[in-house]
């Protein structure tokens, strides 16, 4: 028993090599919410499988036909095709860092197999700004993705932020009028620039917020610490070294 048949669309988030010619996938599914699938035969370099391996990329955008058992782990595919074809995500060195940091993040957020339909459709239009994006809104990107992520999953920043109230609070999620006795907080610029990203309703208006890359990586890593003091067992990004020197 295969199990029942679903249409959806799908977010690749990794791509394992198995076997000679397969892929084990995990997809971020519209319908379904984070699944697994065995993919067979894509990686051949037979007419029937050439190039078929590609669209197995993190970020691709898929359509897909799929079988759902409960009771599996591994599911399968029945079709799958290109949903929405990038044009410099996949060949741009830097968009490319950035959006694998985008796509580590939501996999270590994503631990439930429930469908989350809204969250899918805030990624999915994340990653087609992204490929659009010109460089100052791509280099403000990934701080942005980090400071909207996580309304989907219930540790929000709260912006409160005004001149009297401007020490952010990494453990608490929300700006304070005093100086935290812990050491997770920000202050200064780094808090102000976190409440104008929180402000930021479209990628586009990103534009608009001038930032240095030293600048851009201590609040990637100060938000890094963030996801770390609300996600158990968040460990550290292995795409941030990456995109911290990418983005220089």
């Not at 190039?51 to 897909?64: E, M, V």
């Not at 009771?71 to 060949?91: A, C, D, G, M």
């Not at 920000?186 to 586009?204: F, N, R, T």
Request: proline share 3%; charged share 20%.
């Amino acid at each position: 028993m295969s199990g029942q048949l679903h249409k959806t669309k799908g977010i690749v988030l990794r791509s394992v090599k198995y076997g000679e010619t397969s892929l084990v996938v995990a997809i971020f599914t519209e319908v379904l919410g984070i699944q697994s699938y065995l993919v067979n035969g894509v990686r051949t370099t037979t007419k029937k499988g050439s190039g078929k391996a590609n669209l197995f990329q993190p970020s691709a955008i898929l359509d897909l036909v799929v079988y759902h058992n409960e009771l599996k782990n591994l599911n399968r595919i029945k079709e799958f095709k290109w949903h929405h074809i990038y044009q410099h995500i996949f060949s741009d060195v830097r968009k490319n860092a950035v959006v694998l940091f985008m796509v580590e993040l939501l996999t270590k957020c994503l631990k439930q197999p429930e469908n989350n339909s809204e969250l899918f459709q805030f990624a999915e239009d994340a990653f087609i700004h992204l490929d659009e994006s010109g460089e100052t809104v791509t280099a403000n990107f990934p701080l942005f993705f980090a400071l909207h992520l996580p309304v989907f999953f219930g540790f929000r920043i709260t912006d409160n932020y005004s001149t009297q109230i401007q020490y952010l609070d990494l453990q608490e999620g929300r700006f304070e009028s005093e100086q935290p006795l812990h050491l997770h907080f920000l202050e200064g610029k780094q808090a102000e620039v976190s409440s104008l990203l929180l402000k930021v309703m479209q990628p586009e208006e990103l534009e608009t917020i001038k930032l240095n890359h030293d600048f851009r990586r201590n609040l990637l890593n100060a938000y890094e610490r963030y996801y770390a003091l609300h996600l158990h067992d968040f460990g550290t990004l292995k795409t941030l070294p990456v995109l911290r020197e990418i983005l220089n």
